[in-house]
C-alpha cells in the first residue's frame, strides 16, 4: 500500500505539492507513483526561472520499466531544483516525499490549489485507476 500524507495536496497525474507560507510549492512525485515506475535511473528537471503553467511538463524521470513526464501542478516560476536527483536518482524511490522532491515553484494564482485533491480524494483516485 502507498504512504499517502494528508496534508499534502495530489494533482491526478500523481505529484503531490506542500506550500509553506510565502506561497512556495514544493513539488515532487507521490509514492504511488515511484512504485508504479520501480527502480528510477533517471530524472531530467527543469530550468530555473521558466514560467510554467498549470498540467505543463517540466520534468521527466525515468525507470528500469518506463519513462514518464512530471507535470506542474500550478502556475508560476521554477524557482529551486533538487540537484540531488541528477546525480542519485534513486532518492525518488528512497525518500519520494522528503529527499526526493522535484522542483519549488512560486505559485502565481493559489486558486489552482482548491482544484488538487486532498489526502483521501487522492487515495480514492489511485485505487480507481
Known sequence: MSKIIDDLKYAGSHEWV??????????????HAQEALGD???????????????????????????????????TGEITEINDRLLDEPETVNLSPYDNGWF?????????ELDELMDGDAYSDHCDNE
Do not use: C, Q
Not at 530524472?43 to 513526464?69: M, W
Open 103 to 111: 522542483f519549488k515553484i512560486t505559485i502565481s494564482d493559489e486558486a
Open 18 to 31: 506542500s506550500v509553506d507560507d510565502n506561497g512556495i510549492a514544493t513539488v515532487g512525485i507521490s509514492d
Open 40 to 74: 528510477i535511473v533517471f530524472v531530467e528537471l527543469p530550468e530555473l526561472g521558466t514560467n510554467v503553467n498549470a498540467k505543463d511538463e517540466v520534468a521527466v524521470v525515468e525507470s528500469v520499466k518506463a519513462a514518464s513526464d512530471v507535470y506542474s501542478p500550478l
